[in-house]
């Protein structure tokens, strides 16, 4: 739970950023963060210590992403209640979530968090198939995360006034 409020509090998500995020375009165009970032350090191999520039790069794309699209003209879609699902998660201290979401979200946090040694590893090493692994394993923990997220908003936003608010 620190880790997740820490990440949010990084990427300064406040409340027109949430509705920003929850856009489609957004959720989609985050999946290009990880290539990025996969491609913009073994591309020290070609740069050298240039391979710090895409590196930056990369890492100001992951952050703007959230803040580069409008609002949403609605938010009843898969994507846009993924992102609502992700705000319900981070509130889960302050409103509690049924247990089996709990389970299933920290399972599928663990798949994705399976992958990032192996990626670090393919990384480092310069080695495809480590890298390859684990960035199929961060990207299957995550999407299914997200399908996931989109359940847990319409169990949650039914029993919630202000989560039911968010969708439009």
């Known amino acids: 739970m620190a880790y997740e409020r820490a990440m949010a509090a990084m990427f300064r998500m406040n409340e027109q950023t949430w509705a920003r995020h929850a856009n489609p375009w957004s959720v989609w165009t985050r999946n290009t963060a990880l290539p990025l970032l996969v491609v913009a350090i073994w591309s020290r191999v070609w740069l050298g ?7 930056a790069l990369a890492l ?4 703007l992403n959230p803040r580069l699209f409008p609002v949403p003209a609605s938010t009843r879609n898969w994507a846009s209640k993924a992102v609502l699902g992700e705000r319900v998660w981070l509130n889960r201290r302050q409103v509690p979530i049924p ?12 798949i994705a968090a399976l992958g990032l040694p192996f990626l670090a590893w ?12 684990g960035s199929v394993l961060i990207y299957a923990g995550k999407l299914w995360f997200l399908d996931r997220m989109v359940w847990l908003y319409q169990d949650m936003c039914e029993l919630h006034p202000e989560y039911r608010r968010w969708l439009y």
């Open 49 to 55: 210590w240039w391979a710090l520039v895409p590196l």
């Open 99 to 110: 247990a089996h979401h709990s389970r299933a979200l920290h399972l599928l946090s663990a």
């Open 122 to 133: 393919g990384l480092y090493n310069l080695q495809l198939w480590p890298t390859l692994l």
């Open 60 to 63: 100001l794309w992951t952050w």
